[in-house]
């Protein structure tokens, strides 16, 4: 269900937004009066539309207030008014209202206008909030284009380890610094301007995806783990870094030790002609991740197979 807010002292705008979408069973109007625009920020609405002919206050100071709530900084704004004065409008726009709709309004171009935005909204949804990286909907479109245009590439898989037990020992807040920092890493190593059709994808949790092109992807995968280790020491405390092991409590009340986080890399090299569809490189990938995990501290296997067949090289890290 989405629900649009519209801020106005009368009920005509209201009544125009639930004619207009009075086919489109998922989408509900809700109305409130100018005084009670806290309400609205609460709510936390899909979209705004702030009447601006029935506000007595500064339109710009309402938009700056909902942009200012960090549950609201990104909802759309949609602003419906009499003023035609393109300097006021332009004022408008540039903080950061996505739409200035003059009065009278026709509600065809108010239906498209709003569905249009609604589909923008989806299409963020795909995207990480944490790390701004796209999620499966574009990793499956980047890998599909790959292959139907029978590129070379090497995929990525690319998790931590024993995250959960920092997660239990540091708590999620700083869990979700290490996620941003080892986006941070990947990004800094993958999406180079001289790899400019690479590309970094975030499945979720501590789960993340590269695709590069470049035919040194070890090397890639060695600068990833060298930086993220070099980087790691700042989300521990002293005590545990020298100790160089966490311990948790289980669910028994007995203390275990977990090594410090890691990170693990599966690197899949597709071959044009090796794979038959994304499902395929998805399942080389979960196989050759769990190699890597296998391995203490931060490490990467390659898979450079030419058949389905398993022979794993694990001094060279590489399955044959």
Avoid: W
Wanted: charged share 30%; proline share 2%.
């Amino acid at each position: 269900m989405k629900y649009i807010y519209v801020v106005d002292k009368e009920n005509d705008l209201k009544a125009k937004l639930e004619e207009t979408f009075k086919n489109d069973k998922e989408i509900r109007i809700k109305k409130i009066v100018p005084k009670q625009f806290e309400i609205v920020l609460k709510n936390i609405p899909d979209i705004l539309v702030i009447n601006e002919d029935n506000i007595q206050g500064d339109i710009i100071e309402y938009c700056k207030n909902v942009r200012s709530d960090e549950d609201n900084s990104i909802t759309p704004i949609i602003i419906v008014s009499s003023n035609k004065d393109t300097s006021h409008i332009v004022e408008i726009l540039k903080n950061e209202v996505e739409l200035y709709l003059e009065q009278p309004i026709d509600k065809e171009i108010l239906y498209y206008n709003i569905k249009n935005i609604m589909r923008l909204l989806n299409s963020n949804r795909m995207v990480s909030p944490l790390t701004g990286l796209p999620g499966n909907v574009q990793i499956q479109a980047e890998m599909k284009k790959r292959l139907s245009n029978k590129q070379e590439f090497a995929m990525l898989y690319i998790d931590l380890d024993n995250f959960k037990a920092y997660n239990d020992t540091y708590g999620f807040s700083n869990g979700d610094e290490i996620i941003k920092f080892t986006a941070k890493v990947i990004q800094d190593n993958i999406l180079k301007e001289e790899n400019e059709k690479n590309f970094v994808g975030h499945i979720g949790g501590d789960d993340f995806i590269a695709i590069t092109e470049d035919e040194d992807y070890e090397k890639i995968s060695q600068s990833i783990i060298t930086q993220f280790d070099a980087g790691l020491a700042k989300f521990f405390n002293k005590e545990d870094l020298e100790r160089g092991y966490l311990e948790v409590e289980n669910r028994r009340g007995i203390m275990e030790q977990y090594p410090l986080t890691s990170i693990s890399i599966g690197v899949v090299d597709v071959a044009v002609g090796r794979f038959k569809n994304t499902l395929e490189i998805g399942e080389a990938g979960a196989a050759v991740k769990h190699l890597a995990k296998t391995i203490y501290g931060s490490t990467y296997v390659i898979d450079r197979r030419k058949n389905r067949d398993i022979t794993f090289d694990k001094a060279n890290r590489k399955i044959k």
